[in-house]
């Protein structure tokens, strides 16, 4: 663990402790705006893609990054860290993960372990550990190329075919048919390793927690709702979901064999899962911060800044007692359109109005094009909403779906023989 900052011999009033956010963009600031209320130095190591628009006024210095790669990152988080030591390091998503976890490691610095980071970035790592440790999860093979699991695939369908490390669903798809089988292994063919796992049935949650020295603080359910096979495509995201007693046994069971097999220390833990007939079954595990605008939801849910409370984790700060029960319930919405080229957008005043939506953000415009809904990336933004109640956050969901129109002239036939994609996160 880090040391104290050490008071200079001049008896000076010491520093005050300093963050290093590896990884900003916009979804980032907070942390950044959490240190600056906490009374902290800050300083940030941030992309080329982002460099722009890094908010100067948040954080002391920036340091840049040469390149996208997570050696990349490694590299420019170590240097940032070698110049001075910070008193708490975070990697916001995954591509700062393992850079952030690699300095942690060499410098005691609080973090998800380095053991939890790397298993976290590989899927077919995940499943050999996961298996190890007895967690639920699909049946599965790890090959060197697909036309391996070829056999293994027609013996068990419907399968799910995914590359080891990317994320936001990207290469994730659904075979169900012995043909769609001939037809994947042709169009994959030299893709290079692949997973492949049994389809495993049932709806769809997120686990999200605090997690100090392994022991779970905080934990929020959310309950995932997606466009209708095959695309499952996320469009509702509701937080503070309350599983009956059994349930939440089972789901306990789950999270804490998760982070056992991981060996899961300090920080932020999101966790994905289905509820099968025979109880919850392990999609992935993440050790960064989730995407889809949740830490906004869980913090509307429960009334405390999460990404405050992630600061505090990694400087070892105190931390008020964190609220298990919401006070609010929020969730995020993403709109859909047909796919074509937007010719009106009505409502969005009338949404803005309602009084459970928070925020309202589109990034369509009239005269955009709307593609055919297979991924998040194709959404066309977003609304946060928090409600008194279960039931009138159904009620705001239903009047936003409603009320907010997205007018599109349709476009030409949708080409067949794509692939069928899952969605994850990312718009
Ligand atoms: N074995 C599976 N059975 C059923 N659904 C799956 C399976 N694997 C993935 N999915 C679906 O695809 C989504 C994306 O897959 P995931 O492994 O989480 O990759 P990503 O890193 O891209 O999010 C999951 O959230 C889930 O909805
Ligand atoms: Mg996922």
């Known amino acids: 663990m880090s040391a104290e900052p050490a008071v200079p011999a001049s008896a000076?009033?010491?520093?005050?402790?300093?963050?290093?956010?590896?990884?900003?963009?916009?979804m980032g600031r907070p942390y950044l705006e959490a240190a600056a209320r906490l009374g902290l130095r800050a300083r940030a190591v941030e992309?080329?893609?982002?460099?722009?628009?890094?908010p100067t006024d948040l954080a002391e210095r920036f340091h840049r990054v040469a390149g996208d790669?997570?050696?990349?990152?490694?590299?420019?988080?170590?240097?940032?860290?070698?110049?001075?030591?910070?008193?708490?390091?975070i990697g916001f998503a995954e591509p700062q993960v393992v850079a952030a976890a690699l300095a942690q490691e060499r410098y005691g610095l609080r973090g998800p372990s380095l053991h939890a980071a790397v298993v976290?970035?590989?899927?077919?790592?995940?499943?050999?550990?996961?298996g190890a440790h007895g967690v639920p999860q699909p049946a599965h093979r790890h090959v060197a190329r697909i036309g391996d699991a070829r056999a293994w695939m027609l013996e068990r369908l419907p399968v799910v075919v995914k590359p080891l490390n990317l994320s936001g669903s990207e290469g994730v798809e659904l075979?169900?048919?012995?043909?769609a089988v001939e037809e994947v292994v042709a169009r994959r063919a030299g893709e290079?390793?692949?997973?492949?796992?049994?389809?495993?049935?049932g709806p769809e949650y997120s686990w999200e927690a605090l997690v100090r020295e392994g022991e779970v603080l905080f934990e929020n359910l959310t309950a995932k709702e997606t466009t209708p096979p095959p695309y499952f495509v996320e469009l509702v995201h509701r937080c503070g979901h309350d599983p009956d007693p059994a349930a939440a046994a089972r789901i306990r069971e789950l999270t804490s064999g998760v982070l056992r097999a991981i060996g899961m220390r300090t920080g932020l833990v999101h966790l994905e899962f289905r509820m099968s007939t025979t109880g919850p079954v392990l999609m992935e595990v993440a050790v960064r911060t989730p995407g889809d605008y949740l830490p906004d939801a869980i913090g509307?849910?429960?009334?405390?800044?999460?990404?405050?409370?992630?600061?505090?984790l990694s400087l070892g700060l105190p931390l008020p007692d964190l609220p298990r029960r919401p006070v609010s319930y929020a969730a995020t919405v993403f709109p859909t359109?047909?796919?074509?080229?937007?010719?009106?957008?009505t409502g969005t005043e009338r949404v803005t109005a309602h009084p459970a939506v928070v925020r309202v953000r589109l990034r369509r415009r009239p005269g955009d094009t709307v593609r055919p809904l297979t991924s998040s990336g194709q959404r066309m933004g977003h609304v946060l909403i928090a409600a008194g109640s279960p039931v009138e956050r159904d009620d705001a969901v239903r009047f936003v779906r409603e009320t907010l129109r997205v007018e599109v002239i349709p476009a030409g036939p949708v080409p067949s023989g794509r692939p069928e994609l899952f969605d994850g996160k990312g718009a």
Request: proline share 7%; charged share 20%.
């Open 12 to 26: 000076a009033a010491p520093q005050p402790a300093e963050l290093l956010l590896a990884g900003v963009g916009t």
């Open 47 to 54: 992309s080329g893609a982002t460099w722009d628009n890094r």
């Open 69 to 89: 790669r997570e050696e990349s990152w490694a590299g420019s988080v170590a240097a940032a860290v070698a110049e001075r030591v910070p008193d708490g390091l």
């Open 120 to 130: 976290s970035r590989n899927k077919a790592l995940q499943r050999s550990l996961f």
């Open 175 to 179: 075979v169900r048919t012995p043909e």
């Open 192 to 201: 290079g390793q692949l997973l492949v796992e049994e389809a495993v049935d």
């Open 300 to 312: 509307l849910t429960y009334g405390f800044d999460l990404y405050e409370a992630v600061v505090r």
């Open 337 to 345: 359109a047909p796919p074509g080229t937007i010719t009106g957008i």
